[in-house]
Every structure is written in structure tokens, then in C-alpha cells.
């Protein structure tokens, strides 16, 4: 089992910058990929950036050289810098911890809300 608690969710102008932080608890960290995703109202969840515990990354195209995803493994925390906001950012962003082995261990957290406005 895993918890994941995020954290750093507000609301920002647009063209400005947050940090989010994923802290996890409960098992190896490293043996999962950290994620966000991020959900918008009527939208599907949608991956906004991953990452392995040896640190390659993943990103969705419309975040790739604004956000940054990154690992600490040993706080057991991922973070996620998020440049340039644009009001599309608007959403709820959820942690996912997904075991490297075994697809059934998947956990969420419970999401922090991001709100980009003018």
C-alpha cells in the first residue's frame, strides 16, 4: 500500500510559476513510477508528467519545456515545477504511484486544485 499526499496547489496568474510535491509513504519508492496527472472539469484525466526512480522522464506534449518533474528518492518525494501557466492548466492535479511489476499496485492521491487566472 501507498499514500500519496500532494501539496502546493493555488491560484496564480497566468504566465506564473508553482510547485507541487507528491510525498509518498507506506512502501519501497522506488520501486514505482511517480506521476501528475491533472484533470479539468469535463475533461478526462490526463497525464502531465512522469517519472522512474532512476529519473527518466515523461511529459504530455502541452507541458514539454514548461514543466519539470523531478525525484528526491530520498524523502520519498516527487515534485513538479510548473512554468508559464496558461489558463488550460486550470485543473485538479492528482499524484499516481504505479508499481514497476505489478500493474495492479496503482495508488492516487487525493489532488491538489490549480486555478491559472488573469
Known amino acids: 500500500q501507498v499514500r500519496l499526499v500532494e501539496s502546493g496547489g493555488a491560484l496564480v496568474q497566468i504566465g506564473g510559476s508553482l510547485r507541487l510535491s507528491c510525498a509518498a509513504s507506506g512502501s519501497i519508492f522506488s520501486l514505482y513510477i511517480v506521476g501528475w496527472y491533472r484533470q479539468a472539469p469535463g475533461k478526462q484525466r490526463e497525464l502531465v508528467a512522469d517519472v522512474t526512480s532512476s529519473g527518466t522522464t515523461k511529459y504530455g506534449d502541452s507541458v514539454k519545456g514548461r514543466f519539470t518533474i523531478s525525484r528526491d528518492n530520498a524523502k520519498n518525494t516527487v515534485y513538479l515545477q510548473m512554468n508559464n501557466l496558461k489558463p488550460e492548466a486550470t485543473a485538479v492535479y492528482y499524484c499516481?504511484?504505479?508499481?514497476?511489476?505489478?500493474?495492479?499496485?496503482?495508488?492516487w492521491g487525493q489532488g491538489t486544485q490549480v486555478n491559472v487566472s488573469s
Open positions: 499516481n504511484a504505479k508499481h514497476r511489476f505489478r500493474t495492479s499496485q496503482n495508488y
